[in-house]
């Protein structure tokens, strides 16, 4: 059997925009119950509209998943919306371009605030609420990027990688447990998260805005809704990981095949995406 989703209730991080208002309406046309958080709040308002459109209950949670307090207070807020939760989303995330020497520390903390630690801290906070549940699923985004390590992407990646190894870690550990957990690995999405990018503050500018729209041409193809699909379909087959997209598949094999040379193979094709070679 399916994991149910029909009358089941899913807390949804970074739901204004991108991969995450894609799941949550997802799970919304399958009559799943949805608590939806973000910073964004005019975003959050929209998707909030859109996932009503579906008949189910929605309740809205505007706050910055870097804020302790509020990452505390929120499963707080879901039980009195809601009564329960069965899956957790953890999206919300945020990128950083710059080399490592460009990347101040501080740059790089704010970093893994955003993408690793937020989904360590609403992992403790809402275990309790989903361990009360038969059945419950934890579902965190990773990134192509937590699968291969390349170049320029030092301080993201290692956000990422973080999130897999936490991800795979605690499955192991909850084994036994009604919690079962999903690490998704999304390749090129065509989302926000590459033009909203912070840029390190020793980076020039302009390099950086060049680099980031070659690459949001050339690397970001799938639509969200692609994504969406992919993660309801992972949740609803109780998948351990999900691989999204033909750039995910090729860089998961790539690196396990290869995973001392594998960026001398994929070094030239990286550089053209980020349009520094022809």
């Known amino acids: ?38 910073r964004d709040e005019a975003g959050l308002d929209a998707t909030i509209e859109q996932a009503e459109g579906h008949g189910v209950r929605v309740s809205r949670h505007a706050f910055d998943v870097t804020d302790a307090a509020d990452v505390r207070a929120f499963p707080v807020g879901v039980r009195s919306a809601h009564g329960r939760v069965g899956v957790l989303l953890n999206n919300a995330g945020a990128s950083l371009v710059g080399h490592f020497e460009d990347v101040s520390l501080k740059e790089f903390r704010w970093l893994m605030e955003v993408n690793f630690f937020s989904v360590v801290g609403l992992t403790k906070a809402f275990l309790p609420l989903l361990s009360e549940q038969p059945e419950a ?38 084994e036994g447990t009604p919690v079962g957990v999903t690490v998704v690995h999304p390749g090129g999405i065509r989302t926000g998260i590459a033009t909203s990018s912070r840029v390190a503050a020793r980076m020039d500018a302009d390099a950086a805005a060049r680099k980031t729209k070659a690459f949001t041409d050339h690397a970001l193809r799938l639509e969200p809704e692609v994504a969406a699909d992919a993660i309801v379909r992972g949740i609803e087959r109780r998948k351990a ?38």
């Open 1 to 38: 059997m399916p994991f149910p989703l029909r009358d089941n209730v899913a807390a949804v991080t970074g739901a204004a925009s991108g991969i995450g208002r894609a799941t949550a309406l997802a799970l919304a046309a399958r009559g799943c119950h949805l608590a939806l958080a973000d």
């Open 137 to 174: 699923r934890l579902v965190n985004v990773s990134s192509l990027f937590g699968l291969i390590g390349p170049a320029e992407q030092v301080a993201y990646a290692s956000s990422k990688f973080a999130v897999r190894g936490f991800s795979e870690a605690l499955r192991h550990e909850l």
């Open 241 to 278: 990981r999900v691989l999204i997209g033909a750039d995910a598949q090729a860089g998961d094999a790539l690196a396990r095949l290869s995973p001392g040379r594998y960026w001398s193979i994929m070094r030239r094709q990286y550089r053209r995406i980020t349009g520094e070679v022809g």
